[in-house]
């Protein structure tokens, strides 16, 4: 229900933009985020947006850097990934929730299959 593409690999400095199409009837009330896991590490939430678009929330490490935006008559999520560095280098996650503070909590109704996104120094 959550398709995820735009991943690849990039060199530092660069930048990218991941998408991700929803399919999900209720997409309009559903508050959306991004949430990446990195090789050996815990899979952590990187930034979501709520359902009407108004409102963001990005993790403290990608702040200024990453930017999410929604669209909702066409059902897609995007991450603008500027700046990237190479600890940004993980499979990157489109997840919903009706609920922001499961979202959050990255415990969410809906996930996608991921998108591999490498940043070398």
């Known amino acids: 229900q959550l398709v995820e593409s735009g991943g690849g690999l990039v060199q530092a400095g660069d930048s990218l933009r991941l998408s991700c199409a929803a399919s999900?009837?209720?997409?309009?009330?559903?508050?959306m985020g991004w949430f990446r896991q990195a090789p050996g590490k815990e899979r952590e939430f990187v930034a979501a947006i709520d359902w009407s678009g108004t409102s963001d929330y990005y993790e403290a490490s990608v702040k200024g850097r990453f930017f999410i935006s929604r669209d909702n008559d066409n059902y897609m999520v995007y991450l603008q990934m500027n700046n990237v560095k190479p600890e940004d280098t993980a499979i990157y996650y489109c997840?919903?929730?009706?609920?922001?503070?499961?979202?959050?909590?990255?415990?969410?109704?809906?996930w996608g299959q991921g998108t591999q996104v490498t940043v070398s120094s």
């Open positions: 999900i009837h209720t997409f309009t009330d559903c508050n």
């Open positions: 997840e919903g929730d009706s609920n922001w503070g499961r979202l959050l909590a990255g415990l969410n109704a809906y």
